[in-house]
């Protein structure tokens, strides 16, 4: 299975430290999507990128989060300073194309900050 | 980006056919109309998309009225498996910049 892979599954850190998480897409697309989900409520748009470009970032996204997506091949996504707050589960997602592509997502990273 | 409206939560029985309803009153010209389906601890997984009329695949078809402010997934003969959220999504065609996420509709099966 060639899906999205996402690593870490779970990471559980303390408040203060900075996290780091991988996304691997799925490998002719060239669209990549970060969104976060916590309990009961629908995956939120956090950023996309167009190969290496990161096109759009939500206004709720603040300075602690940044993604990069070098080569346009996988991308990080780094929060510093982790508030428990920042707890959820982090999706990635890929589609080849625009707004009018199926997303295939990857199954998440589940942060802890306790 | 048009929004979305859908039930909360909807529950059935094994082998009954589900219909959920999605309303979408300020949908344009150009969007299409996006059923996903999530279980627990996974990502979200494209089930169906639609323009205009029907859409019919393997898992479900997608009902889509002449003024388009409404879609309908329709699944036929619902198992326990098909226990999971559904997310109808409305967005536009390539020159669409983010694809929004509602709250979705939390579909229970019972025996």
């Known amino acids: 299975d060639t899906g999205v892979s996402q690593n870490p599954r779970h990471k559980i850190t303390k408040r203060g430290q900075n996290v780091t998480f991988r996304c691997d897409p799925i490998?002719?697309?060239?669209?990549l999507y970060w969104y976060r989900q916590t309990l009961g409520q629908g995956p939120e748009f956090l950023t996309y990128?167009?190969?290496?470009?990161?096109?759009?970032k939500s206004r709720l996204l603040s300075d602690r989060f940044s993604a990069e997506r070098p080569k346009g091949s996988f991308s990080t996504l780094e929060i510093q300073r982790t508030e428990q707050g920042d707890s959820a589960m982090y999706l990635c997602a890929s589609s080849l194309g625009g707004g009018d592509r199926p997303l295939h997502f990857g199954n998440g990273t589940r942060l802890t900050v306790t | 980006l048009a929004k979305t409206t859908q039930p909360i939560s909807m529950d059935s029985y094994e082998g009954q056919e589900v219909n959920i309803t999605c309303s979408h009153n300020n949908i344009a010209t150009n969007d299409y109309i996006t059923w996903y389906q999530q279980f627990p601890s996974q990502g979200p997984r494209f089930i169906i998309q639609?323009?205009?009329t029907k859409v019919t695949n393997e898992v479900a078809s997608l009902f889509i009225p002449a003024d388009r402010k409404s879609s309908t997934l329709s699944l036929p003969r619902v198992s326990l498996s098909d226990t999971a959220v559904y997310y109808c999504l409305v967005g536009e065609d390539s020159s669409a910049s983010k694809i929004i996420f509602g709250s979705g509709t939390r579909l229970s099966i019972r025996p």
């Open positions: 490998s002719e697309h060239n669209r």
């Open positions: 990128f167009q190969n290496e470009a990161q096109l759009e």
């Open positions: 639609g323009y205009k």
